[in-house]
């Protein structure tokens, strides 16, 4: 197993994987670097295994197709010789038709029973890999996420996901089927005709090199053509989410001669791969066809001295078709699976990885009912991502159950740092934190986290409804709850005023709802918590001057049983605090009632001085 370090290989594209067709599997197959052997697919088969029935029946309808495909020539042979050399009896020629017409009744009912099974396979194996990597995701920390892009990640659970559909869904059943007409298919053609197969060994080769030559090449200039393309993708993201700021500055004739730029680089590179195509389609066309008139020419011989039959003739070249193309197959179905290989090897990077906060083996229990008491002891802490810069340095601090406490400093003092030890998203490198006397790397997470009601500086929503938005941190909360809590959040007026109310779906983030909305739903959430300690990191800060008091008074309110912890930027809203610590590069510089620390002239002084004197002149 790993620990949470970044995960390693290139990243594909963003793209949805729910259905993709072939040319899209083409082109995520063609575009995902190769690992440089199958064994990480080996989870995958593991995941397959877990259907044994489904396996069974592909491989029977896998072995039907193929057996009735290699029975399709001796049928030719049959038809030939034995059918037409007595077409004025009428009957024979019939019954031969017939033959090869159930072949073909047998080829497509397992066609169809094949591709129903291998694609079952594919989705089920598809929906488990994603349900194991996302269950293993929300066990990692939030350092693990500051460290890994978020997109890159998502990118894992669609595109590579879909690579893997790909290959268990088709190319794995395509490799079987070509495995076996490939050596069927040859065991037949050396009974049929020793000699000539002979020479047919020989040529496949021949005709499988162009295929492989041309066949890297052309799918790296793919890679870049799917490079090309994700510039244009990415362009028209960032011009479009920014063309207040373009039209502002008047730059739509630049932004448009960019994006034609662009444009006219993918197209550069798609005829590049247009023209290796067409000369590899070219080249193969004249070996394969030249091979058929060679053999044609050779056969021909053989029938007018009467060595051989037409009809075997004929069943020769078409098995020979089947066993070329099977073979030829079978080059670029293993560079597919290569690719394959290197989507599950990152799939399992993040399966693997290991939550670096996680529970004790046997956790102590949390008093019960909570205290509400904080503790500090002799704290020192790095943040992985910055080793070099220490965050809080010898930090101790006692917070009493029921106290208020406003932390305050300079950006960077090491305010949100507190927030972040708290809840347990990092452990300290030196010194204890304690939760109503137990260390929290004794606790589970879950335990702590359950105690503690969080709001952020910038109101974060899920696309959902405004119900499910609201009750995220109490989810059996009665509707008559929420709208309590949104009555002391100042949020009822708004969200009566949706269409459907609490059944409203709010778009990606909030995006139905202003700032300073989103922020009061997320204070209502913090509220129907209903935890016995609050961290409020700048909670107030989106809102305008009337609804700030308002939702003041609902905190103050809501604050007199509980413990809480304010940041605060706005010295104004932390006047009435219990304390008020006074962080400068991770220390406690000062720490007393605003009265206090006001007459004392230091940080705090200066900072107030200065914010309210700006006020005062705005």
Known sequence: MTTETPPKGAVLHDGEAASIDEKDAQELLAEAPKSRSLAPLKMVYREAAKYPREVIFALIALTVTAAGTLAIPAAVQLIVDRGFGTVEEGTEIARWFRYLGMIVVVIAIGTAARFYFVSWIGERVVADIRRKVHRNLMRLSPAFYEENS????????????????TVVGTTVSVALRNVFLGIGGTIYLFYLLPGFTVWLVV???????PIVIFGRRIRSISRDSQDRVADVGAMVTEVLSAMKIVQSFGQERREADRFGDAAERTFDTARKRIILRAIMTSVVIFALFGSIVFLLWRGAEAVSVGSITSGTLLAFLVGAMLVAGAFGALTEVYGDLLRGAGAASRLAELLETEP??????????????????LSFRNVTFRYPARPEDTALKDFNLEIEPGETIAIVGPSGAGKSTIF??????????GGTIRLDGVPLTKADPADIRERLAFVPQEGVLFSANARDNLRYGHWEASDEAIWEAARAANAEDFLKALPQGLDTYLGEGGTQLSGGQRQRVAIARALLRDAPILLLDEATSALDAQSEQWVQQALDELMKDRTTLVIAHRLATVRAADRIIVLDNGEIAEQGTHAELSAAGGLYSRLAKLQFAANEAA
Do not use: H
């Open 150 to 165: 978020p997109k890159e990640i998502s990118s894992r659970m669609t595109s590579d996901t879909a690579i893997i559909e």
């Open 203 to 209: 040529g496949i080769p021949v005709m499988i090199l």
């Open 356 to 373: 670096v906060i996680a529970p004790p083996e046997r956790p102590e229990q949390l008093p019960n009912p909570a205290r509400g008491s």
């Open 420 to 429: 972040q030890l708290v809840e347990r998203f990092y452990d300290p490198q």
